[in-house]
């Protein structure tokens, strides 16, 4: 969903945009017209592609970034500030792993 990924860096994990999105399908989902119910589904079948899409971009990354800073660990010469900063981005990059996964549950349950 063209929605999800164009919000997926500067808003999705900043803000409680998900939140509002999720809260207003789920609205619509429980609609007495018809017409809304499945327009709530084909939305919500969209965005769990879109977050799954992203997520696989941030277990990449995620991946990548470990590597890199499993690689400065065992160099014989550290550099401790890049080794500091190298930690700070795994961290961050699990937490928005973490968060879409929850947004992936959320999808599911509700």
Known sequence: MKLLNVAAEDVLFST?????????????????????????????????????????????????????????IKKNRKDKARLKDMEKQVSEIHERLEAVEGFEEEAYTS
Do not use: G, M
């Open 16 to 72: 409680s945009f998900y939140e509002h999105f999720q809260a207003w399908t789920h609205a619509l989902s429980s609609s007495q017209i018809r017409a809304l119910r499945h327009t709530a589904t084909v939305i919500v079948l969209l965005s769990i592609d879109a977050l799954t899409t992203l997520e696989v971009s941030i277990r990449k990354e995620h991946s990548q970034a470990t590597r890199a800073k499993e690689a400065e």
